[in-house]
């Protein structure tokens, strides 16, 4: 307990001297940054990160700032030691050692401004090391409003460049694009929609708004899909922005409710998750009511998750903490708290990698943020 409270006392003490340290030698650029070519911005960060890094290695394991200054991060991946996030704006950021490389993403269409829009899901391939290609999600201002796509990009001559569209027209409105992509361990390409505003898109099977979808990496549809010929692997999802496999492949989702009413589910194929018919804790025989949900009274704002053996970690935005969800005993608590609004996790091996999102209009960004995080595992025993 004392070893807590000390632990707890030297990261305020830390905290307190790393916001002096930000705020005496670098002046709140954010703006200027987004503006200058990568190069630039790439200086002017390194010498933070550097600074930040030397000065984490006296408390050790328990937390370090691996990136600072990000615009609006969104996913995180990772190949060997080397760190790629999905900005929103239409950049990526690539992170190794410390030091914060930005690059362009060239799109085929231009992308939407709209809340929560722009470049959201991102995953490497899966030989990313010999072709440097991924597949990303965004929402582009299509003929009818905002409009989600989830093409390949390639990395060359330090620019991202789409080159091929794996999927179009998945709908969007003005809020709930979804967004998130993951790998699954069967090699698939998962990616979860929102129901675009018009909850009733949800239940149709014949959208693709409102589900999880499941496809081959070139973005032909599995011939093992729960039914033949459509993307849809799951149905009947507000907003989920979470995707996670445990060890023995049980799949789960976390998901925006409607005002509170948060959700993280079990993903079985070919299921109804309910959406706009019951949410939270209501059931409804046909529909899957939820393993974990925030209740009508409370709001997590969940959004990417990771797992580690019997435990999931969900990402919070308006509820701003990471919650770990115990499948063992069935319970949830806060595992990370005071660094504002979290956007996804990240985990490997015995650590967990955070990014906060205070960037993205409705939190309250310090100089320093938007950061990448890590922590060990162990320091939530
Ligand atoms: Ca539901």
């Given at each position: 307990m004392r070893r807590k409270k000390e632990k707890k006392k030297y990261l305020l003490l830390f905290t307190t001297f790393?916001?002096?340290?930000?705020?005496?030698?670098?002046?709140?650029?954010?703006?200027?940054?987004?503006?200058?070519?990568?190069?630039?911005?790439?200086?002017?960060?390194?010498g933070e990160s550097q600074e930040t890094a030397t000065?984490?290695?006296?408390?050790?394991?328990e937390l370090t700032v691996l990136g600072e200054k990000l615009q609006t991060p969104w996913s995180i991946t990772k190949?060997?030691?080397?760190?790629?996030?999905?900005e929103r704006e239409g950049t990526i950021v690539k992170i190794?050692?410390?030091?914060?490389e930005r690059y362009e993403v060239q799109l085929e269409e231009e992308l939407s401004t709209v809340a929560e829009a722009g470049l959201l899901?991102?995953?490497?391939?899966?030989?990313?090391?010999?072709n440097r290609a991924a597949i990303a999600y965004y929402t582009y201002e299509g003929k009818t409003g905002p409009t989600n796509r989830i093409v390949r990009l390639v990395f060359e001559e330090n620019t991202w460049t789409e080159t091929n569209l794996l999927l179009d027209d998945i709908p969007s409105g003005d809020f709930h694009h979804g967004g998130r992509l993951a790998l699954g361990p069967d090699e698939k390409l998962y990616a979860t929609t929102g129901d675009a505003t018009v909850p009733e898109l949800a239940q149709d099977m014949d959208s693709l708004a409102g589900k999880i979808l499941r496809m081959n990496l070139d973005g032909s549809i599995p011939d093992d899909n729960p039914t033949s010929d459509s993307y849809v692997y799951s149905s009947g999802?507000?907003?989920?922005?979470?995707?996670?496999?445990?060890?023995?492949?049980?799949?789960?989702?976390?998901?925006?409710?409607?005002?509170?009413?948060d959700e993280v589910n079990v993903i079985d194929a070919g299921q109804n998750?309910?959406?706009?018919?019951?949410?939270?804790?209501?059931?409804?025989?046909?529909?899957?009511?939820?393993?974990f949900t925030s209740g009508p009274d409370r709001t997590w704002a969940p959004s990417g998750m990771a797992s580690y053996e019997d435990k999931l970690y969900v990402a919070g935005l308006r509820g701003q903490a990471i919650y770990e969800f115990d499948l063992g005993i069935g319970e949830y608590r806060e595992v990370i708290t005071d660094?504002?609004?979290?956007?996804?996790?990240?985990?490997?091996?015995?650590?967990?990698?955070?990014i906060t999102n205070n960037t993205d209009g409705r939190g309250n960004p310090t100089d320093a943020d938007d950061r990448l995080f890590r922590i060990g595992l162990s320091e939530f025993e």
């Open positions: 790393l916001l002096i340290l930000v705020g005496c030698t670098t002046p709140d650029k954010t703006e200027e940054i987004s503006e200058q070519p990568t190069d630039e911005a790439t200086e002017e960060t390194i000065t984490e290695e006296s408390i050790s394991e190949s060997d030691d080397v760190f790629y996030l999905t190794e050692n410390g030091e914060v899901g991102f995953v490497l391939d899966l030989d990313f090391e010999e999802h507000r907003n989920a922005q979470g995707l996670t496999w445990l060890e023995d492949g049980t799949m789960y989702a976390s998901e925006h409710g409607n005002q509170a009413n998750y309910g959406w706009p018919i019951i949410e939270g804790e209501q059931a409804q025989e046909g529909l899957m009511t939820p393993t660094y504002g609004r979290i956007r996804t996790i990240y985990i490997e091996e015995d650590h967990l990698y955070y």
